[in-house]
């Protein structure tokens, strides 16, 4: 991975603009955490989960998806592999939403998306994702 995601074979790189914005050259940094978009879903989720340390506005600086997730992930006590399963998972729905749109022509709102995560979330919890299901809120 050379930091840009497969396209279908008859988009070339050159002119491969975001899955999800249309507005830049598609990265990995850009879709999982620099595009409007993609920020859009992290903002619901950050508000979902109460997550006061997470500074989107502070991800712009960030070239790397190391150094994101770093940062990201860098937290006191037992809720870093907590916050590295949610980053897996948003990440997960992110890529899943820029392939229906790349593939199958299908799009959907950030709302519709952060309700999948949260979804997902309880799913995964339940499933025995204990470090994650400590940020959920009790329902």
Request: charged content about 20%; some cysteine.
């Amino acid at each position: 991975i050379a930091g840009r995601a497969p396209v279908p074979d008859d988009i070339t790189w050159s002119l491969c603009a975001s899955g999800l914005c249309k507005r830049e050259q598609e990265s990995a940094a850009h879709l999982f955490f620099k595009c409007r978009y993609s920020l859009n879903v992290w903002r619901m989720i950050r508000d979902w989960l109460g997550l006061v340390h997470i500074d989107l506005l502070h991800w712009s600086s960030f070239n790397s998806i190391k150094d994101w997730w770093c940062s990201v992930i860098n937290i006191q006590g037992n809720r870093r592999e907590g916050m590295a399963t949610l980053v897996m998972l948003v990440s997960w729905e992110i890529w899943n939403e820029r392939n229906a749109r790349v593939f199958w022509k299908i799009f959907s709102m950030p709302m519709v998306v952060a309700s999948k995560i949260k979804r997902e979330a309880s799913t995964w919890g339940v499933a025995g994702a204990i470090d994650l299901r400590s940020f959920l809120p009790r329902e």
